[in-house]
C-alpha cells in the first residue's frame, strides 16, 4: 500500500469514526437531559425503561425514544412547501454532523511506517471551518420555519436565524485572540500548544491565556445551539415548538438530533481552545508514549496513548455538555430584545475590545 | 481519471446545473437556495484547489452571511411566484444574453491556425508570485499577502463596507419615519 492509498483509507476511517461518534451523542444526551432536568427539579426522572429484565437506570429511554418517533405518523400541512420542508431538517442534521471532523480526538499513530494524524481532515482554515458549519447551519432552521407556511413557524425561525447571526459575530471575533497567541488555526497545533505550563504551575491552557474569550465564546455558544438562556426560537411557553412546530415524528429527530450534535462540536471546540483538548495537564502525550513505549513497544504505546487521548476529551466534552443541561434547567429564558441588545450591544464590543488588549498584551509580549 | 479530475467534474457539473436552476425557477426561493447550494460548490473547487482559506471565507461571508439576508428578504416579502413569470425578451436583455454568449465562446476558445479551438484557460498566465513564506500553507501566504502588497485595497473595501452599512442604515430609517402613524 502507497503512503497515499494509507493516508486515503485512514481519512475515511476517522470521518466514519467521527460520523459515528456524533451520531451516538443525541441518543446518550436525551437520557441524560431527562435525568438530569429531573434532579434539579427534584423529582426522578426516566428510569424503567432498560433491556430484558435489567432497569439500567432508563438508558433504554432514548431507544424507546427512537423507536416511537420512527413509527409515527408524518404529518405535513397540506400548504406546506414541500421541499424545503423536506429540506430544513437535512441541513440542520447533516451540517451539525459534519462539523467534527476538524476536532482532533488524538495524536499521532503509526500504521505501517505512516503517520496518521488523529484529526478526520486538516485544513489549512482550521477552526474557521467550525464558523461555517454555523453559518451554513441557519439555513436549516430558515427553511423549516418558512417552508412550514404558518405564522409561528415564520416567526420562530426567522427569530432564531437572526439570533443566530448576531451571535456568530461575537463568536468569530473572540476567538482572534486565540489566533494572536498561538500563531495558527490548526487544532492540532493548538492542542500541542498548550501542554506547556505557565509560571511553572499552570498549565499553558487556553482559558488562562484568554480567559474573556472563553467567556465570551461560552455565552455565544449558548446563543448559536439555540439553547436556554437562547432558546426563544422554540420556547415551549411561547411560539408553541417554533420553528419545528409542523415537523413531526423523524424530522423532528433529525432537528433535536442535528441540535445535540452541534452542541457536542462546540463543547468538543470549546474543550480543544480552552481546556487542552486531548492531553492530561501534567502528563503530556509525548511523556505517556515515553512511559509505554518500554513495555508495549512503540507502535502500541501510540495506540493506547491515543485511546487515553480519546476519553480525556470525552471527559471534557462531558463536561461541556453537562454544563449545557445545567445552564438549561436553571436560568430563565431571555426576552427576543433583550437577546439582541445582548448580542449586538454588549458582547461585540467586549469582544472587540479584547481583541485589542489582547492585541496590545500580545505586542508588549513579543517583544520583550 | 484521477480524484481531483473526478471531484472537479462532479462539481463543476453541480455549479453549473444550480446555476441554471437558480435563472429559470419562478419561485425566489428557489433561485436564493439553488445561488446558495452554487456558493457551497465554489468553496469546495477553491478547496479543490488547495485554497482552504478562500473556501471557509466563501461559506462564511457569502453563503452563510449574504446569502442569509437575501434568503431573509425573500421570505418576509413572500411573493407568490405567479407574479414573477417572464414574458418575452425584451431587447435589453436579448442584448445581454448575447453578450454572454460572446463572453463565454471568448473565454473558452481561441483561433489558433485559422481556426476556432476549445481550450483549457484563457487568462493571461505567469501571474505567479514567490509566495512570502515558500514551505508554509496557504493560510499564511495569503495573510501575509493581505497585509503587505494588498493592505491599501484591503483597507478601501472595508471602508467601502462602512458606506454601505451607513447607507443602509440611513435608508431604512427614512422608511420608518415615513411609516409612522399620526
Known sequence: ?368 | MDLTTLSFLILGCLTVILSVTLITRRSPVAAAVSLVGAFVCLAAMYGLLEAHFAAVIQIIVYAGAIMVVFVFVIMLLNLPPEELRFGRLTPGEGLIALVGVIAAVALTTKVTDGALQVVSSNLPSGIARPPYYADSENLKNVAALLFTDYLWAFEVVSFLILVAIIGAIVIAKKRGRHVKPS
Not at chain 1, 506547556?196 to 465564546?217: C, E, L, R
Open chain 1, 1 to 368: 500500500m502507497s503512503p497515499f492509498e494509507i493516508q486515503f483509507a485512514a481519512t475515511i476511517l476517522k470521518v466514519v469514526f467521527c460520523l459515528v461518534l456524533s451520531l451516538h451523542v443525541p441518543a446518550l444526551m436525551v437520557w441524560i437531559e431527562r435525568r438530569q432536568c429531573a434532579m434539579i427539579q427534584r423529582r426522578v426522572g426516566p428510569n424503567r425503561v432498560g433491556f430484558f429484565q435489567f432497569r439500567l437506570m432508563g438508558l433504554g429511554q432514548s431507544l424507546a425514544d427512537v423507536i416511537k418517533l420512527l413509527f409515527k405518523e408524518d404529518t405535513p400541512p397540506a400548504a406546506a412547501h414541500k421541499f424545503y420542508y423536506w429540506l430544513g431538517p437535512i441541513i440542520t442534521a447533516g451540517i451539525g454532523l459534519s462539523a467534527f471532523a476538524i476536532i482532533p480526538f488524538g495524536n499521532f499513530v503509526l500504521v505501517a511506517g505512516e503517520q496518521i494524524q488523529l484529526q478526520g481532515i486538516n485544513l489549512n482554515a482550521g477552526f474557521l471551518y467550525l464558523l461555517a458549519i454555523s453559518s451554513l447551519g441557519v439555513y436549516g432552521i430558515t427553511l423549516a420555519g418558512w417552508a412550514s407556511n404558518s405564522k409561528y413557524t415564520l416567526l420562530g425561525g426567522m427569530r432564531a436565524s437572526a439570533q443566530m447571526i448576531s451571535y456568530e459575530i461575537a463568536m468569530g471575533i473572540s476567538l482572534i485572540p486565540i489566533v494572536f497567541i498561538y500563531g495558527t488555526l490548526d487544532l492540532n497545533t493548538i492542542v500541542q500548544a498548550q501542554t506547556g505550563y505557565m509560571f511553572g504551575v499552570i498549565p499553558a491552557w487556553g482559558i488562562f491565556k484568554a480567559p474573556v474569550s472563553f467567556v465570551i465564546f461560552l455565552i455565544t455558544m449558548y446563543a448559536e445551539t439555540n439553547r436556554l438562556p437562547f432558546d426563544l426560537a422554540e420556547s415551549e411557553s411561547e411560539l408553541v415548538a417554533g420553528f419545528h412546530t409542523e415537523h413531526g415524528s423523524m424530522r423532528f429527530a433529525l432537528f433535536f438530533l442535528g441540535e445535540y450534535v452541534m452542541m457536542f462540536v462546540l463543547a468538543a471546540f470549546v474543550a480543544t481552545l480552552f481546556f487542552g483538548g486531548y492531553e492530561i495537564p501534567y502528563f503530556p502525550q509525548t511523556e505517556m508514549v515515553a512511559q509505554l513505549t518500554p513495555m508495549l513497544g512503540q507502535s502500541m504505546a501510540l495506540w493506547a496513548a491515543a485511546i487515553i487521548g480519546f476519553h480525556v476529551l470525552i471527559v471534557k466534552i462531558g463536561f461541556f455538555m453537562l454544563l449545557y443541561v445545567q445552564v438549561r434547567w436553571t436560568f430563565p429564558r431571555f426576552r427576543y430584545d433583550q437577546l439582541m441588545k445582548v448580542g449586538w450591544v454588549y458582547l461585540i464590543p467586549i469582544s472587540l475590545i479584547n481583541v485589542a488588549v489582547s492585541a496590545i498584551i500580545f505586542a508588549i509580549i513579543k517583544s520583550i
